[in-house]
Structures are given as structure tokens and as C-alpha cells.
């Protein structure tokens, strides 16, 4: 599995815009701090709690996609039928065949799908933090937008540091 320092892998992946438009995302358009989070597949129970929950970090970085297997028109019918995912404002895009999941070292082999994995990812595609959890265990988004938020200060930042917060000394 991809740690901290490694560079992201690069990428181009067929997605579905907020606006449910089919687009091309690619890892040389990420100049800012950029998340990446995969999932296992759509149209399932978890799934939906999570990514409708990753918009907070928009107000953080631009740069948000989540991924799955599954391929793009799926994404779009599952947008087009689920009223909160309707309304996400990032992309959602199509890793067909688990190319990248296999990459990134984030696929469940048995299960042939993607873990529940999060990559945070500095202006130069080096990962600066990486998490993985079990399929049935759900991410926390605001923990995400903490650490997402921490990496941006540039200090020595606590366990429960939040903005606005002293750095360690």
C-alpha cells in the first residue's frame, strides 16, 4: 500500500461532474491539496453516508473525487436516483478494472473492490496522510477535513488540534 511520502500514482479516469456531466479527471490537474477517497461500489448503504459527507471538504481544497469500480454511467444513474448524492459537489469517477485501486495497494482481492481508503495529497502529488478502513466501517469526514486542515498549517499540531489552535512547541 501507498504511504506518506510516496507519490500519488498518475491517473485519468472517466467521472461524473456535480453538474452529472460526464468528465475526464486526471492526477496533473491536482495543484492544490487534493483528496482522494475510494469506495467500494455504488448503489450500496454505506457509501452514500460518506461521499455526501465529503463535501465539507470543499470549503478546504477544490480538489475532491472519490473513486470506486464501478463505471461511470453507473455513478450517473445512482446520482440521478439518490437525492442527496444528486446534490454532491464533487466528482465521482469510474476505475474500471482496479487499476488504480491495484496501485495504490487499496483493493480487496476476495471482494474485488476498493477498501475504504483516503489519500491527502500536497500541491506536488507527494501523500502526506493515508487511511484505511474495513468495507463495513464507515469514514468520519470531519477527521478527514481535521487532518486535511492540520497538513495545511504547517506546525506541530496535536491529536485534537483544530484551527485557530497554538501549534506544539
Not at 29 to 54: A, H, N, Q, R
Not at 72 to 90: R, T
Amino acid at each position: 500500500m501507498l504511504g506518506v511520502g510516496d507519490k500519488f500514482p498518475e491517473f485519468e479516469l472517466d467521472a461524473v461532474d456535480k453538474n452529472n456531466e460526464f468528465i475526464k479527471v486526471n492526477s496533473w490537474s491536482l495543484t492544490d491539496w487534493s483528496v482522494i477517497y475510494f469506495y467500494p461500489k455504488d448503489f450500496t448503504f454505506i457509501c452514500p453516508t460518506e461521499i455526501v459527507g465529503m463535501d465539507i471538504l470543499l470549503h478546504e481544497t477544490p480538489e475532491v473525487i472519490g473513486i470506486s469500480g464501478d463505471n461511470e454511467f453507473c455513478k450517473l444513474a445512482w446520482k440521478q436516483s439518490h437525492d442527496e448524492l444528486g446534490k454532491i459537489k464533487h466528482s465521482l469517477a469510474a476505475d474500471c478494472g482496479l487499476k488504480l485501486t491495484r496501485e495504490c495497494g487499496v483493493e480487496d482481492v476476495d471482494g474485488g473492490v476498493a477498501y475504504r481508503a483516503t489519500f491527502i495529497t500536497d500541491p506536488e502529488g507527494v501523500i502526506q496522510h493515508v487511511s484505511v478502513n474495513a468495507l463495513d466501517t464507515g469514514r468520519n469526514a470531519e477527521e478527514i477535513l481535521r487532518t486535511l486542515q492540520a497538513l495545511k498549517a504547517g506546525g506541530l499540531t496535536g491529536c485534537a488540534w483544530t484551527p485557530g489552535e497554538e501549534f506544539v512547541v
